[in-house]
């Protein structure tokens, strides 16, 4: 297939920016043309430069969403990374468990949760380790920009190479099930996850004040200025005491002044500063 010509790339670049706050690099070509090859064919457009001019005239339904979706990096896995979980249950779930001891209620929120992996993984480690919070109410919500990866995610269906990557083979025998060729979470844990579409640059949804927001490996896909305004939303919905996990190339530095940082037991988290807190 050949090159995105450079106009198609601009038009492709402000409407990734606009419509997802996604920064599209110079000199990307190759990613446009692996991502959108597919979806051209797909709709059977012959080219990615008729699905582009069809994006221009706006005479396709719903074809900006399909390209943002499909320009969307997917990447998720059960348990990924590990350490943010091993934290949870170290330390955030038990000192969460001690503030929150009157309202008996916890609220979990994975930020592009993708297919879905991260936010079962949440699920998984609060029922494996935390019988007491069996009459609690536990809320864990899963958002994602992408009306398709969250079907995906509630339907909680996931092949042998997909559970391979991450899963403990006593939590995958223990929290799922086998159907054919792939591999189901189980009722119970599925209930505990509320998955819901959601563009982090958009007008926020109502969302509970949150005690865990796991905003792990999507802010390295924005500007700044786009990442300033996501920070300031979560401090706004979280609870003073509550936890930001990001992910391992990210941070809040030269960003927000808001969060710092708090590495204990191999993880690292942040935390609201408090008032007259000199943070280095």
């Known amino acids: 297939m050949p090159n995105v010509c450079p106009a198609d790339y601009q038009f492709l670049q402000a409407l990734l920016y606009k419509q997802a706050g996604l920064v599209l690099d110079a000199a990307k070509e190759y990613l446009v043309e692996a991502r959108l090859g597919p979806l051209a064919?797909?709709?059977?457009?012959?080219?990615?430069?008729?699905?582009?001019?069809?994006?221009?005239?706006?005479?396709?339904?719903?074809?900006?969403?399909?390209?943002?979706?499909?320009?969307?990096?997917?990447?998720?896995?059960f348990f990924r990374d590990w350490k943010p979980f091993e934290a949870l249950r170290q330390?955030?779930?038990p000192d969460l468990i001690k503030a929150r001891e009157n309202t008996r209620k916890l609220y979990f929120w994975s930020?592009?949760?993708?297919?879905?992996?991260?936010?079962?993984?949440?699920?998984?480690?609060v029922r494996e380790h935390f019988p007491q919070l069996s009459n609690w109410t536990i809320t864990i919500i899963g958002t994602d920009v992408s009306a398709s990866v969250v079907a995906q995610a509630r339907a909680g269906a996931y092949s042998q190479l997909e559970v391979n990557r991450g899963m403990p083979a006593r939590l995958l025998t223990k929290y799922m099930r086998s159907e054919g060729a792939n591999w189901v979470v189980r009722d119970?844990?599925?209930k505990m996850v509320d998955f819901r579409q959601m563009n982090l640059i958009r007008p926020w949804p109502f969302l509970p004040r949150m005690d865990v927001v796991f905003l792990r490996n999507v802010l390295i896909y924005f500007d700044a200025g786009t990442k300033r305004t996501i920070f300031s939303h979560v401090k706004e919905i979280s609870a003073p005491d509550s936890y930001l996990f990001l992910?391992?190339?990210?941070?809040?530095?030269?960003?927000?002044?808001e969060f710092v940082k708090d590495p204990a037991e191999g993880a690292t988290w942040y935390r609201q500063k408090n008032r007259g807190e000199v943070t280095l």
């Open 188 to 190: 119970d844990i599925r």
């Open 91 to 93: 330390k955030v779930i």
């Open 41 to 77: 064919k797909k709709l059977g457009m012959e080219s990615i430069d008729a699905l582009v001019l069809a994006a221009k005239n706006r005479s396709a339904p719903d074809l900006e969403q399909k390209i943002v979706e499909a320009m969307t990096i997917h990447e998720s896995s």
């Open 247 to 257: 992910g391992a190339a990210e941070s809040t530095l030269g960003l927000t002044e």
């Open 111 to 125: 930020a592009a949760s993708s297919t879905g992996q991260e936010a079962y993984s949440i699920a998984m480690q």
